[in-house]
């Protein structure tokens, strides 16, 4: 290893989980934010030394740090980076901003040493922010991208590399500009479309909105997330997010045309939803193995404390490793569905050593 | 009880749902389908009396039935009525589509007698099709619309009441208008979403589907629907739906206009998301409840048979009650996160309990 100290700036949710996925790693972190209360939080957390003035980070390390890691909202990327180099603060420099092209365009005019910094991109997340959501094994698995340009010196993109191996990721290299066109369509326009569909439930009426089942739910979960910060995001890849808005609103309008022809109606949505069955298929399964199809093993469940522990000891017992599990609640109804997920050839002795212990288990075996 | 025997034309998810329903409350059940496998699995199910031949019904009931719920495809539903009606198979009927108003207006033309007819249509599914993936309790608590015209008998509309009460599911009385308008909106318009978002994934590199996330995947989750069945459900409703894509995609032009004007880019993107939070919170909750907020305590397990069951029981010990639960997988990773969700005041406890049982808990308690 050859990555000893690092020190984050912004103590956010992302650079929190960086902090507490490095020191997993031994290497020394220390932490930065404008709010105090951050530092303190994300320290007690794990995340390294506090390192409350960064006009005095010199006094801590005595030499620069191997990496600082900006961790601050998109707009403040350039800046913290210009303000961060000419104090030395690191060898090598990067960010963890879900946009590229246009910080590191902006970094450059500026007179950044592009030479040392390498832009980045976790692909990881979630609906809540702050350093109190913030999980040392957020970054498994998941890709980190990469993008360096012709001004990026080796040893930045080596320090930056090692840094996303340590944190569990999968270093993805990728142009700025190819990075920028693919998250405009696999995360800005998905995010961009729940919000707008979640926006109508305001103005409708209660009945309607009580019609809304797990489709919508699911549909605009991510609509949750944090005004201000997607903002900034659209902001800072707009013309790249507006392309693939009036792309969707194209496909849109040529359904409707179709939906408006009585020949052609239902062939048309027969056509899209076989098309996005094909699309759904290309996604990546758990672990990162091709996708796998488990057999779901419904049991009624009495909304109790300790009942769905108890369903599990005996799954358990019967020697079956539950893949993936998920909970429905009716409303209304004191009792819950669990779907235990396991492989096929395990789902009916499953069954039947559940149903031997009383568990009310519907799954139909095979026919 | 007024309702003696329902007969269940159509042996799919939902009539065989509706069969094991109705079977749990006593009524006695007869099960057709054109296709006697289905007949014979909903049978084996428990979901009542085979009744393969429609013509020999009469041997069977001596007098008609109660109710026949038609619980076959969209286009199938007025030639099953007039069929079923010309049979006097039952005092009453009722169907299960997501589409009212056109099979109604048809029905109408073709001289059938409606004062015996009442439409309906659960809100509740799955992606899974057919007898096997069936439940007794997929209405519990789900709103169930029913559609009575000035056409409409009071007996009819009596009988159906009641049997949607019977599969416990919450009478929901609507103009066939008001319905396709109101699922054109919370069901169909998210359909088409859903598949054309996944559509775009078959013409991307694998690169970019990769960067697909959490996110992506739950916008999508609704398109592995069944391509044939959308097809006739957005052919019986295409002009209102039509509406609601155009309208869609007027939001989306609008939105990229905004975000091809630099000084208002940033504004209307938040504006957008900001409006999705607030339709979100419109959403009914849990239990039919106003949406509580429980509080997530992250806990990273290793992927082994019975590591759930044992966190589970090491929860139940601490006397609180996992309100939900989620399991998230990193891919290539051999641990996995469980967020287990709590009421606020006991996740310190939990938290608690479970760190001092050695878990890997990553609460980060109140600061």
């Known amino acids: 290893m050859t990555l000893h100290r690092v020190i984050v700036v912004g103590a956010g949710l992302v650079g929190t989980s960086v902090a507490l996925a490095l020191r997993a790693e031994n290497v020394e972190v220390f932490i930065n934010d404008r709010d105090p209360r951050r530092i303190e939080l994300a320290a007690d957390l794990g995340a390294g030394t506090a390192a409350p003035d960064l006009t005095r980070l010199a006094e801590l390390t005595e030499t620069p740090v191997d990496i600082a890691v900006l961790a601050v909202p998109p707009v403040e990327v350039v800046s913290v980076l210009m303000a961060s180099q000419r104090r030395h603060l690191a060898e090598s420099f990067s960010d963890v901003t879900s946009i590229k092209s246009q910080p590191q365009a902006d970094a450059k005019l500026q007179g950044a040493d592009l030479a040392r910094f390498v832009g980045g991109h976790p692909l990881a997340g979630r609906e809540r922010a702050g350093p109190e959501a913030a999980r040392g094994d957020l970054f498994l698995g998941r890709p980190w991208v990469l993008t360096p340009t012709a001004d990026t010196g080796r040893v930045a993109l080596a320090a930056v590399t090692e840094l996303v191996q340590l944190c569990g990721a999968q270093p993805l290299v990728l142009s700025p500009e190819e990075h920028d066109e693919a998250v405009a369509l696999v995360s800005h326009l998905p995010q961009?479309?729940?919000?707008?569909?979640?926006?109508?439930?305001?103005?409708?009426?209660?009945?309607?909105?009580?019609?809304?089942?797990?489709?919508?739910?699911?549909?605009?979960?991510?609509?949750?997330?944090?005004?201000?910060?997607?903002?900034?995001?659209?902001?800072?890849?707009?013309?790249?997010?507006?392309?693939?808005?009036?792309?969707?609103?194209?496909?849109l309008l040529a359904l409707a045309d179709r939906l408006d022809d009585p020949h052609a109606a239902a062939a048309a949505f027969e056509a899209v939803v076989a098309a996005g069955n094909a699309g759904r298929l290309r996604l990546p399964g758990k672990h990162g193995a091709a996708r796998e199809v488990f057999t779901a093993v419904p049991v009624v469940l009495a909304d109790e404390p300790g009942t769905?522990?108890?369903?599990?000891?005996?799954?358990?017992?019967?020697?079956?490793?539950?893949?993936?599990?998920?909970?429905?609640?009716?409303?209304?109804?004191?009792?819950?569905l669990c779907e235990l997920l396991v492989r096929p050839e395990q789902a009916e002795v499953l069954a039947t050593v559940l149903r031997a212990r009383g568990w009310a288990v519907h799954h139909s075996g095979a026919h």
């Not at 809304?212 to 997607?230: E, K, M, N, V, Y």
């Not at 017992?317 to 998920?326: R, T, Y």
């Open 192 to 251: 961009a479309v729940a919000s707008l569909l979640a926006a109508r439930l305001r103005d409708i009426g209660q009945d309607t909105v009580d019609l809304a089942g797990q489709g919508f739910r699911d549909l605009t979960r991510i609509a949750d997330s944090d005004p201000q910060l997607w903002g900034q995001i659209a902001a800072g890849n707009a013309h790249r997010l507006s392309s693939t808005l009036r792309a969707l609103a194209t496909d």
């Open 308 to 336: 769905l522990a108890r369903l599990l000891v005996d799954a358990g017992g019967a020697g079956v490793n539950v893949e993936d599990l998920s909970l429905e609640h009716s409303p209304g109804a004191p009792v819950g």
